[in-house]
């Protein structure tokens, strides 16, 4: 037979190449494939037990018996797609990749999904079946985070033997009112302080502020270019108008006013948090990750929200692993009240092998938020992977209930009868 002949043909490799496919194994399902099965598959006793024989072969690293015994296999149920998997990533390692495409494709046509929920195709193609929107998982900062520098404008100018007064006192009672979300207030107290002192640069970025919250976005920039006009070298002013571009959605515009900000202080943390999500936007990962790193030298305890971006922003760049250990500070911080954080430690936890962790991290999150249909989605995929079938379709028709509807195609795939 052809096939047999390329197997003792490529005898010479197998040496070579066994240790890597068996690690590579390894990390996609957290051991060999030994005991995997696929959609409703029930196997009989003579397959179940040609089957073992091939897991035993397969993990000893007699790779050309394994193949034999594969042989075997597919005679007894060319319908298999447990079989053809198999049999198809042997033939990738074995140099066979024409032939171990036709079985791929077979089993894909059986089961669409089967080849990357199990990766057999890659490792981290199981991301193309989870529930996975690292987009819109990046977290902005919250407004506290974003008023800290005033508090410190504040303290520079009580020291200021030049300062008003009454302008501090005025700049502190509209802090105080933008963190209670009082924006009715402080409007009315900005147009005082300015009647007062129409030339502070403060209070026409705290105007533009205002006018940014309130989505006016041609009033903030009017407002905030008047603060820089005042005061050229005010670096938050030209923060807040990178915001108000970003908003509108030129974001080359917002970056140039971010890096002004940045040249004119250094340590402006938000400036570089929102650099990152820009870069990421503008398809620079890398850039992104650089900022980042950035923010958490300077203040990673302040801004745990850097950690998870930085996080999902490896997971891209396919750094599982390094996305796990910023996805773990996250928790950390959290103490277990971010489903966000726990549903992305979860997926993270798939893409490693690390089912029985993952299946952990999506019931913490159903426990913070029990109508998360695509944490049931994903636990109800690690539940396949565990061979829980019974729990997994359980999820899944969770999932659909509360409104997934991508779970319904992997229902109907792994749940049929």
Same mark, same amino acid.
């Given at each position: ?81 447990? =079989? ?32 990357? +929920? ?7 193609? =199981? ?11 990046? $977290?902005?900062?919250? &407004? ?5 520098y005033y508090y410190g404008l504040i303290d520079n100018q009580i020291s200021d033997s030049d300062a008003s007064v009454k302008e501090i006192e005025f700049i502190s009672e509209i802090i105080v009112n933008l963190e209670e979300d009082d924006l009715f207030t402080a409007s009315e107290l900005v147009d005082s302080l300015l009647l007062s002192f129409p030339n502070s640069a403060v209070g ?17 920039? &009017? ?32 970056? &140039? ?19 990152? $999500? ?33 996080? +999902? ?13 910023? =996805? ?56 396949? =992977? ?32």
């Amino acid at each position: 037979m052809n096939n047999l002949l390329k197997v003792f043909l490529c005898s010479f490799f197998l040496s070579l190449l066994s240790t890597n496919f068996l690690n590579a194994q390894n990390l996609s399902t957290g051991n060999t494939w030994v005991g995997k099965t696929y959609g409703n598959e029930t196997p009989n006793v003579d397959e179940q037990r040609i089957l073992r024989q091939a897991d035993m072969e397969y993990s000893q690293g007699d790779l050309e018996q394994a193949f034999l015994t594969l042989e075997e296999a597919y005679a007894l149920n060319p319908a298999s797609v447990q =079989i053809l998997l198999r049999r198809a990533t042997l033939k990738k390692v074995l140099g066979m990749d024409n032939e171990s495409k036709i079985d791929f494709k077979a089993a894909s046509r059986m089961n669409p999904y089967a080849a990357d +929920l199990f990766g057999y195709n890659h490792s981290g193609n =199981i991301i193309n079946v989870l529930s996975s929107k690292p987009e819109n998982a990046l $977290l902005g900062l919250n &407004t506290y985070q974003r008023l800290d520098y005033y508090y410190g404008l504040i303290d520079n100018q009580i020291s200021d033997s030049d300062a008003s007064v009454k302008e501090i006192e005025f700049i502190s009672e509209i802090i105080v009112n933008l963190e209670e979300d009082d924006l009715f207030t402080a409007s009315e107290l900005v147009d005082s302080l300015l009647l007062s002192f129409p030339n502070s640069a403060v209070g026409y970025d705290l105007q533009g502020t205002i006018f940014l919250q309130q989505e006016k976005y041609d009033e903030a920039n &009017t407002a905030l270019n008047k603060a820089v006009i005042i005061n050229p070298d005010f670096a938050i002013a030209w923060y807040n108008l990178s915001r108000v571009e970003a908003m509108i959605g030129h974001l080359s515009q917002a970056k &140039t006013y971010l890096d002004k900000a940045l040249e004119l202080q250094s340590d402006l943390t938000k400036a570089y948090f929102d650099r990152a $999500l820009i870069n990421k936007k503008q398809g620079n990962p890398e850039a992104a990750i650089a900022d980042y790193d950035k923010v958490i030298e300077m203040k990673g305890s302040f801004y745990p929200e850097a950690y998870l971006n930085r996080g +999902l922003t490896k997971k891209i760049l396919g750094d599982f692993q390094g996305a796990l250990n910023d =996805i773990n500070q996250v928790v950390e911080y959290d103490k277990f009240e971010s489903s966000e954080a726990l549903i992305n430690r979860g997926n993270l936890h798939m893409v490693l092998g690390l089912t029985e962790r993952a299946v952990e991290d999506y019931t913490l999150a159903i426990d913070i938020e029990d109508d998360n249909a695509e944490a049931y989605y994903n636990r109800g995929l690690a539940f396949l =992977i565990l061979l829980d079938n019974m729990s997994a379709c359980a999820d899944l028709d969770k999932s659909i209930g509360l409104g997934f509807e991508k779970a319904q195609e992997i229902l109907n795939n792994f749940c049929s009868n």
